[in-house]
């Protein structure tokens, strides 16, 4: 009997054991909020594209006795600041590899007028920044996306090169006439070989 309750309790086992769903290997994300496991949107981690925005930043801020709209503000006036220092990247290079195509100046010079230019922009001057996406961390931490559209972007070059030019005319002129040259010759480059064809 004992050998048939054994024999029993065995197949049981088994069968229960059979039926157990196997362990899933843990999954890794992609992105995590900072110091935790958990999943965070792309965005978070400074990776991916979001749709609509040309360029943008990561704010963050953590949670506050003073509230949610005082974290939120803290955390856009950090998001606006780093904002500030891609937009000085996309006009710093920008500036460079259009100075350079025209072969004026020499290369110092044109990294002081690419930073004279990139120096006008400020967390401030970003008019057209917004937040576009927020995000708590398990902690409380409000991450928030902050960042300008095409049009915006755009605007935000132009003031950036328009200010350099009035503050630095004498390094600009040179650039100026060299550019429009360049244009020129492009332009009858262009119309020439049209009447090639």
């Given at each position: 009997?004992?050998?048939?309750?054994?024999?029993?309790?065995?197949?049981?086992a088994?069968?229960l054991?059979?039926?157990a769903?196997?362990?899933?290997?843990?999954?890794v994300?992609e992105?995590?909020f900072?110091?935790?496991t958990a999943?965070?949107p792309?965005?978070v981690c400074?990776?991916?594209a979001v749709?609509g925005v040309a360029?943008?930043?990561t704010?963050?801020?953590?949670?506050?006795?003073?509230?949610?709209?005082f974290?939120?503000d803290q955390?856009t006036?950090?998001?606006r600041?780093?904002?500030?220092q891609?937009m000085?990247?996309?006009?710093?290079?920008g500036?460079k590899?259009?100075?350079?195509?025209?072969?004026a100046g020499a290369?110092?010079t044109?990294?002081?007028v690419?930073s004279s230019?990139?120096k006008?922009i400020s967390?401030?001057?970003?008019?057209g920044?917004?937040v576009?996406r927020?995000a708590?961390?398990?902690?409380?931490?409000?991450?928030?996306l902050?960042?300008?559209d095409?049009?915006a972007?755009k605007?935000v070059?132009?003031q950036?090169?328009q200010?350099?030019?009035?503050?630095d005319?004498?390094?600009?002129q040179?650039?100026?006439?060299?550019k429009?040259?360049?244009?020129?010759?492009?332009?009858?480059y262009?119309?020439g070989t049209?009447?090639?064809?």
């Open positions: 009997m004992k050998k048939i309750q054994a024999l029993t309790l065995v197949a049981v088994l069968a054991a059979g039926c769903k196997p362990k899933k290997s843990e999954e994300a992105c995590v900072p110091q935790t999943k965070a792309m965005w400074s990776q991916g749709e360029v943008w930043a704010g963050s801020y953590q949670k506050t006795a003073a509230g949610a709209a974290q939120q955390a006036l950090n998001g600041t780093r904002l500030a891609q000085r990247v996309v006009v710093t290079s500036l590899a259009a100075i350079q195509t025209t072969g290369s110092e044109v990294d002081q690419a230019a990139s006008s967390a401030e001057t970003l008019v920044s917004r576009f927020t708590y961390a398990p902690d409380g931490t409000m991450f928030v902050v960042g300008v095409e049009a972007a605007r070059v132009q950036a090169v200010t350099s030019m009035n503050n005319r004498a390094q600009w040179q650039f100026q006439g060299a429009l040259q360049a244009d020129l010759a492009a332009e009858v262009k119309l049209q009447n090639m064809r």
